[in-house]
């Protein structure tokens, strides 16, 4: 998999994406020059994803991708008015050490391989130094895909669901939602929201599945609204049944994380089951503006009847740099 080009790989690209993921966020000392430090990040990128890369070991990289993402500390050191320079809010439901929110610098290692992926980040934090320090890591794994429209596939979540069906898949609508315009530093990026949460699934194991079903507003076994249609199809958040009750309930997870109904656009989501230190979800968003994610979780805040069976336990958000290549080093568009 090629990491060079106008985007980073690792956010639409591979598809369906690699089954394991590492991210590590860490912050980067004050005194380090950060373009440098992305530009050393991004030729060992290149080396490690060609094969060429001595430390892989003699492992081949396969579909290996390393996305970079910076926090908002260093946008704003460049200007604060980019997208990508404010933090996040708090929301209900979380428990975040304060090591376990916010930081500079992200580091997303994808492969199928699971061996790859601590090769890798070893090397990458060995070439970094002692300019980062790392704050969290978290290692996740996707579950397997089911087909949902035109070669689309999206893995199922911890809780059993099918997860991710709905998002900018097309170029035109990822054009739209996804990827970054401008201003010229940021072109070509996208906002990169994590979130680690600890699951409650033994208290949802005890619910009937219909009463599962009711809580994600979808068949837990087909993916399908419960007011029809295929797997593919928005729900119709309209339709009642002859007694006048929503067939997709009021406070089911698909209508209050609905972006027409909250009001914004299309988010990306990339979702990875994680087992330490608890079980969880590792959450992923990638949209080209954080009040995308912002408000539709003040909207599932309020009343989302699936945010009661998870605590966020690491959060923070990152701008996913604009794609690089050999003359044009990772980070100097933002860093000139």
Known sequence: MSPTGRYQAG????????????????????????????????????????????????????????????????????????PGAADLPRFSREQIAPQARGGDLLIQICASDALVIPIVAAALLHQAGDRIHERWRQSGARGSN????????????????????????TTAEQQRHLWLAGPAPVAGGTLAVLRRMELDLPRFATLSVAD????????????MPLSGGTIASGPDLGAKTPDGRYLVPADAHVRRANAN????????????????????????????????????????????????????????????????????????????
């Open 11 to 82: 956010i639409t690209l591979p598809q369906p994406a690699q089954p394991n993921l590492l991210a590590v966020v860490a912050d980067v000392d004050h005194a380090v020059a950060a373009g440098l430090l992305l530009a050393e990040l991004g030729q060992s990128i290149r080396t490690l994803t060609s094969g060429t890369d001595t430390r892989l070991l003699g492992l081949p990289p396969g579909d290996l991708t390393v996305t970079i993402g910076v926090g908002p500390r260093l946008v704003r050191t460049v200007d604060p008015s980019l």
């Open 146 to 169: 089911v087909p949902v429209d035109q070669g689309l596939t999206a893995p199922r979540n911890p809780f059993g669901f099918i997860d991710g069906i709905v998002g900018p898949h």
């Open 212 to 223: 599962q079903e009711a809580v994600f507003g979808r068949h837990r076994a087909t993916g």
């Open 261 to 336: 109904a909250v009001g914004v656009g299309l988010m990306l989501r990339r979702s990875y089951g994680t087992d330490d230190p608890a079980p969880g979800l590792l959450f992923m968003s990638f949209q080209n503006d954080i009040r995308t994610f912002t408000n539709t979780l003040t909207n599932m805040d309020n009343s989302d009847a699936l945010v009661k069976f998870t605590t966020t336990t690491a959060s923070g958000t990152f701008l996913i740099l604009p794609g690089f290549d050999q003359q044009h080093p990772l980070g100097a568009q933002l860093f000139h």
